[in-house]
């Protein structure tokens, strides 16, 4: 039996959207951590963090989930006393629907328990001059053995529990996205792919500088277009926090000073 709907808290949702929309190349990847319950004898899923995969491979088409990451992930939710409960992923400049590949993860993944489930984002697509963002909630069915999809409803829900986590996920993105761009470079530099005739000093050379150019870019775009609005965003809460306070204590003063 499959879940009948998906509550999602606002900020987990503003994390797996920043982090969907971190990079147009490649497709990213996380776990969803929370808790499975019964609601008129059908199971209900609420989303109540999450955590950030690594990726060891950048591809542009597909994400798989390795053993590693759903053992971090479990060791995550356990410090909060949440299961993974499901798996999102990004489509960059592709339709929302899960491929072959998402179906056969998914199906993988419901043997373990047949109430997980999966998320996809597809941005990055522009139509009439419109960015346009599509999100899928689904689980995979056999049908005639070949894998299909099931749409589970999802609902996007105020947050009540583990805000204070999301926030700490979001400014954790970057190291995450920095790492994963600093493995790249040293990868690259333990291949050695020069033709024979060609000076191999100069040919590393100018290897060397072609992949640091990109290394360097990649950070750029990581400062410019993920550390900098995140930092903005995290001062406007922090200001608009200190407002409430003052408030909430020129609220006290009155009530005290009226006693």
Known sequence: MSLSRTYMSSSVFQTCLTHAFST???EIMGLLLGRWTKVKEKDV?????????????????????????????????EKLKLNVIGWYHSHPHLIVSPSTVDLR????????????????????????NVQRLNITCFQSSL?????????????????NTYPDYSLY??????????????NSFEESLQKKDIKDGLDSTLAN????????????????????????????????????LKD????????????????
């Open 45 to 77: 899923a609420y989303i109540e963090a999450i955590s950030i995969s690594r990726r060891l491979d950048k591809l542009k088409d597909r994400v798989e989930i390795s053993p590693e990451q759903l053992m971090h992930a479990m060791n995550e939710g």
């Open 143 to 159: 049908i005639d053995s070949c894998p299909g999809h099931l749409e589970i409803p999802l609902i996007i829900t105020d947050d």
């Open 24 to 26: 147009e190349r490649e």
């Open 169 to 182: 996920q979001l400014s954790e993105l970057p190291n995450i996205l920095f790492s994963e761009e600093k």
């Open 205 to 240: 050379k100018l290897t060397y500088q072609h992949n640091s150019f990109i290394y360097m870019e990649g950070i750029s775009n990581i400062v410019d277009k993920l550390s900098m609005p995140i930092y903005q965003n995290i001062e406007s809460i922090n200001s608009q």
């Open 105 to 128: 993860t998914q199906l993988n993944m419901q043997t373990l328990d047949h109430r997980f489930f999966g998320i996809i984002f597809s941005c990055f697509n522009q139509e009439d």
């Open 244 to 259: 409430d306070i003052t408030k909430l204590q020129e609220r006290k003063n009155n009530l005290l000073n009226n006693k």
